[in-house]
């Protein structure tokens, strides 16, 4: 076979400077250009603008100020499109500095290959590939681009994520190796003859015409009331449109009435989650995880369930000889040398037993690499001219094919009973060829080996974090249950242990399967809706055994001798049972499985197979990052709880005070610069800071139905107080009972509205003493935060937002008189009456009817758009 060299440094160079290089792959953050178009070039935001500029086209009144003067219609259009600059600038500004963060965290994580150039192997990214490169593939590594096989020893890779199939494909030379697929076992060459678009994956990939990604069940709670607002605003812009043109009122009147109305919608409110994503991906980066999908932040909050292997959660993977008993008379140590030098693909096992035994020089005849799967290896190897088929790995792979393992059984669980790996290894008795998929010859014991792996020093302490925030924790290991279940001793983990091997679980799911078997074939002879004893009979064990193999999926925390397939099992039936889970794993064994979970997380160090399915990565293996990340998730969407009961509340009360109003007074309550100074400081300031003082809280139930008990009261008790104050003073100062100077100018209608804007942004200033609450007088629930930054904000909103009430320009802008002080205080009191009313009404359990029927309904609304959203995701994993 002709020596392969790979290109030379002038070959490279050459197919640099013509563009045959992999300059397109995937970005863990967005490029600049593309955060700045996100922010700014949303449906709804195109429409503010364009509603700016009919403002400005139909609204030429001047305001004069002094010296200056200014068009109405700019002063509307500035204060409709001003909110949506200022929260375009600061997300703006908020997502750019996250992604310098991290960009340079993700450098450590960038996709690498190793080439051959020149005779020697190099490693580089992946953007650095060029054509025609020569690329080393071992096992565990992820084919980047497409190519042709050169030359393998015992290469098998897994297509799965490309074609669903869950075996894995023998490729000989000449054979394809696509991008996306993996090694599982095995090593090769192959040069590069396709990459970026013109790859195999990004072909299917274009073919879907886009990846469909699962909201998480907070962006979806989050679109259901954005949708059902926005319905209601188009609803109300339409009616407003139709009555204020037939009588007779101008389109400038129309132009500014839907300016107010399209308030309702809460249109900061997914800039206000993505600076709130962005804030967690930085506060998880500093602490090592990176996120590679921005709403895992979100996700990892509603986790119940957590399972991984032990290897780089519970060990550090940092493998050591330990003992071995010999079983055979014959020379042990030179078999193990001969074995242990002939072998290819050596994982840390070889490694450690090559510590002992020596690294010796032998070349093997034939040999079968080691995979999860099969959970063995073995070699054919010539020793003194003789040729010998030696085989290593699990008992329970190999032991059915010796004699009485009785006393192999003994050591075996000696060792593993004090937290040791065990591997036997074995003879064959018979001359045979070496095929994978043959059947293991008799074989002949001769060595029993035993491994220690060292227990992570902060293992307790992270799997506390977990348990105290009532996490079920599984163990799913291809190592003996009973080595791990020693390691929990060792590690001095709390609590109940049920163990369950592979093969346990496996006859369980082979019951299963028989029974469901047996149902089709009867249902098969019989006529459909019909019965049969023999078939009530049979269904009646298939129940039996269904519910035999979950109650034993979801009652065991210790599941050894996995294979790949059972761990994406264990998996799967989890969340078929409503379990919310997180899979923690670093090996090519491990993608199939932390691609099923709710959350897959990787190991910096593990393969890059599975840190490209991940959804987020430990950096330095650093297992311990995980709570954090799980506190970081918590903390992120408790924040946005609140920020939805602020904001709702305040959406809720232009709704109501809009219907009102438009009825009775054919009129909208205010006008758009009236209605910013609303926003801005009721709502917009608050919010943003939310987000970043936010404290965990427990996430087990759905977001919208409690932010929904909390807002409609809230809204219906300040709109209810606002329409009052709007009526009272409305009559008081028609009937000439109450005046002051300046309220003729801009007739009675503003200055009533203006007097209803102080008193709706104090109550939305107040509402930060209950959604966050300092002292336990103004707790719903009991629950009390000693944070001082919450009451600070709110005695700066308080002074800044009477300063500017103040202002002579502003009220010019806002159209409203010089209100007298002692009605600004007034209104400030009424908040204050108003805030013990809210608490009354929110205290009153005669509500909790209304969060009863509103979380039955939003359950089965959720679980329709839940059954589409999965219809999407699933569609589009099949495209793929």
């Not at 015992?154 to 090694?183: N, P």
């Not at 070496?434 to 293991?440: G, L």
């Not at 006529?527 to 519910?547: H, I, K, N, Y």
């Not at 059972?566 to 491990?590: C, F, H, P, S, W």
Request: hydrophobic content about 45%.
């Amino acid at each position: 076979m002709a020596t392969i060299t790979g290109l030379t440094a002038a070959e490279v160079e050459e197919r640099k400077q013509a563009g045959q290089v992999n300059s397109k792959t995937e970005r863990v953050t967005k490029s600049y250009p593309q955060i700045i178009i996100d922010n700014l070039c949303t449906g709804f935001n195109l429409l503010l603008l364009i509603l700016g500029v009919a403002l400005i086209v139909t609204n030429r009144e001047p305001i004069v100020i002094g010296s200056f003067s200014i068009l109405q219609g700019v002063a509307y259009a500035l204060a409709v499109t001003g909110i949506i600059l200022l929260n375009v600038i600061i997300s703006t500004v908020q997502e750019c500095k996250a992604k310098r963060r991290l960009d340079k965290i993700a450098l450590l994580l960038t996709p690498k290959v190793t080439v051959l150039r020149d005779g020697v192997t190099s490693v580089i990214s992946q953007e650095e590939i060029v054509k025609d490169d020569i690329i080393v593939l071992s096992a565990g590594d992820q084919a980047l681009v497409d190519g042709e096989l050169l030359q393998e020893s015992y290469l098998e890779m897994d297509e799965s994520l490309l074609t669903g199939e869950s075996h894995t494909v023998r490729k000989k030379v000449g054979d394809t190796i696509y991008s996306g697929s993996y090694a599982v076992v095995g090593d090769g060459l192959y040069r590069v003859d396709a990459f970026a678009q013109d790859s195999f994956a990004s072909k299917i990939v274009a073919s879907a015409q886009k990846q469909v990604k699962k909201k998480t069940p907070l962006q979806m709670e989050t679109t259901t009331i954005m949708v059902m607002l926005m319905a209601l605003a188009i609803l109300y812009s339409l009616v407003a449109a139709a009555v204020f043109l037939i009588s007779g009122k101008g389109i400038g009147v129309v132009v500014e009435t839907v300016a107010v109305i399209l308030e309702i919608v809460p249109i900061a409110l997914f800039l206000l989650i993505v600076i709130s994503y962005m804030i967690a991906a930085i506060r998880m980066a500093d602490s090592g995880v990176l996120l590679q999908d921005s709403s895992a932040v979100e996700s990892i909050s509603h986790v119940d369930t957590v399972c991984m292997d032990k290897t780089g959660t519970i060990t550090t993977n940092k493998l050591r000889f330990h003992d071995a008993v010999y079983l055979d008379d014959s020379d042990v140590e030179s078999a193990i040398s001969a074995y242990i030098g002939s072998i290819g693909g050596k994982n840390r096992t070889i490694e450690a037993l090559e510590g002992r035994y020596g690294p010796k020089q032998y070349e093997a005849v034939d040999e079968i690499r080691f995979s999860s799967e099969r959970k063995y290896s073995a070699a054919k190897v010539v020793v003194d001219g003789k040729a010998h088929s030696y085989y290593m790995g699990a008992l329970s792979s190999l032991g059915p094919h010796m004699g009485d393992t009785s006393r192999i059984e003994s050591i075996v669980s000696d060792y593993s009973s004090r937290g040791l790996r065990t591997v036997l290894f074995a003879e064959s008795v018979s001359e045979h060829d070496m095929d994978p998929d043959a059947d293991i010859p008799e074989l002949k014991p001769l060595a029993v080996f035993a491994i220690e792996d060292e227990v992570r020093s902060d293992c307790r302490e992270t799997i506390d974090v977990f348990l105290k925030n009532n996490m079920d924790l599984k163990v799913i290991s291809g190592d003996d249950p009973a080595t791990v279940n020693a390691l929990f001793t060792i590690a001095n983990i709390p609590g109940d242990r049920k163990i369950v091997s592979g093969d346990r679980l496996a006859e369980l799911s082979s019951k299963r399967q028989d029974a469901s078997d047996r149902v089709a074939a009867i249902k098969a002879g019989v006529p459909e809706g019909s019965s049969t004893p023999e078939l009530d009979a049979v269904q009646a064990e298939f129940r039996q055994a269904d519910e035999e193999y979950i109650d034993c999926i979801l009652g065991t925390n210790i599941f050894g001798r996995m294979k790949p397939d059972q761990k994406e099992e264990v998996i799967d039936t989890l969340r078929a049972n409503g379990r919310y889970v997180a899979m923690v794993g670093d090996g090519v064994n491990d993608v199939k499985s932390l691609k099923k979970a709710n959350v897959g997380v990787a190991l910096e160090s593990g393969s890059g197979a599975a840190r490209g399915v991940a959804d987020m990565v430990l950096v330095k293996d650093n297992f311990s990052a995980l709570p954090k990340a799980l506190v970081e998730g918590k903390r992120t969407v408790s924040g946005m709880r609140n920020i939805l009961k602020i904001y709702i509340s305040r959406n809720l009360v232009l709704a109501i005070l809009i219907a009102m109003t438009l009825i009775f007074l054919n009129r909208a309550p205010f006008n758009p610069m009236q209605n910013m100074f609303y926003s801005l400081f009721a709502v917009g300031i608050s919010a943003f800071f939310m987000s970043f003082w936010a404290k965990p809280s427990d996430n087990s139930e759905l977001v919208l139905p409690k932010v929904l008990r909390y807002a409609l009261p809230t809204a219906l008790t300040i709109a209810v107080f606002g329409l009052i104050i709007m009526a009272v003073f409305d009559y008081l100062m028609s009937e000439g009972i109450l005046t002051f100077a300046g309220y003729d100018e801009y007739g009675i209608e503003q200055a009533a509205s203006g007097l209803v804007i102080l008193f709706l942004t104090f109550c939305g200033i107040l509402q930060l003493l209950v959604v966050d609450p300092h002292f336990r007088i103004f707790s719903i629930d009991g629950e009390v935060h000693k944070d001082w930054k919450p009451l600070a904000l709110m005695a700066l909103l308080s002074v800044t937002s009477i300063l500017v009430y103040n202002s002579g320009v502003f009220c010019t802008l806002m159209s409203i008189p010089a209100i007298p002080i002692w009605l600004q205080l007034s209104m400030i009191g009424l908040a204050f009456v108003w805030l013990l009313v809210q608490h009354v009404v929110l205290k009153w359990n005669k509500f909790t009817f209304m969060e009863d029927a509103l979380e039955s309904w939003y359950l089965r609304f959720l679980e329709k758009n839940r059954q589409k959203e999965n219809e999407k995701f699933n569609k589009s994993q099949s495209s793929k």
